[in-house]
T-cell receptor
């Protein structure tokens, strides 16, 4: 069964550095998402992306964050000038079409640790 | 805004016990409702879903019924197994017309099944 893949599984970065988290969504999916889960807290929506532009973003997704689909397969989340509070598990998800009845499929996540 | 409230964990049960994990929601319009499960070290997997009132989602012996009158989507299983030990997330999706809404998650309920 096709799945969403995320790399790396664990990223350790010094505070103030830039980090790029990578995702390969399921190949025929058109909608892409990033979520964040701070340890012990709920999964929070960051951003959704369709047709090469951001469709929706949460309050968390400020100027520090950006997303990109640099080619036909990858979907990346860039965090500029990382802060300690950016430490979290970051999940990528994708969905095949516009109907919200269709579920989002999640990757296994990237654990980001900011030192 | 939309919100999901789940019972706090951890919930500890013996094998073959009956399981209920409560979930209530607040949303505008008519959301779709989901249960996701996260096994240790893995990503979020869709367990079941319901897209309209009185729908019952079911999978792997788990069931949940979309109750509009009580704004609830409680997860149940008649006889749990050790392999059901995981974190369970209730979530909703409100279709805003753009088709790209992010999911709103509850905090998750950690379920521990003892042999």
């Amino acid at each position: 069964e096709p799945e969403v893949t995320q790399t790396p599984s664990h990223q350790v970065t010094q505070m103030g550095q830039e980090v790029i988290l990578r995702c390969v969504p399921i190949s025929n999916h058109l909608y892409f998402y990033w979520y964040r889960q701070i340890l012990g807290q709920k999964v929070e929506f960051l951003v959704s992306f369709y047709n090469n532009e951001i469709s929706e973003k949460s309050e968390i997704f400020d100027d520090q964050f950006s997303v990109e689909r640099p080619d036909g397969s990858n979907f990346t989340l860039k965090i500029r000038s990382t802060k300690l509070e950016d430490s979290a598990m970051y999940f990528c998800a994708s969905r095949v079409q516009v109907d919200s009845n269709q579920p989002q499929h999640f990757g296994d996540g990237t654990r980001l640790s900011i030192l | 805004g939309d919100s999901v409230t789940q019972m706090e964990g951890p919930v500890t049960l013996s094998e073959e016990a009956f399981l209920t994990i409560n979930c209530t929601y607040t949303a505008t319009g008519y959301p779709s409702l989901f249960w996701y499960v996260q096994y240790p070290g893995e990503g979020l997997q869709l367990l079941l879903k319901a897209t309209k009132a009185d729908d019952k989602g079911s999978n792997k012996g788990f069931e949940a019924t979309y109750r509009k009158e009580t704004t609830s989507f409680h997860l149940e299983k008649g006889s749990v197994q050790v392999s059901d030990s995981a974190v369970y997330f209730c979530a909703l999706s409100s279709y805003s017309g753009g088709g790209a809404d992010g999911l709103t998650f509850g905090k998750g309920t950690h379920l521990i099944i003892q042999p």
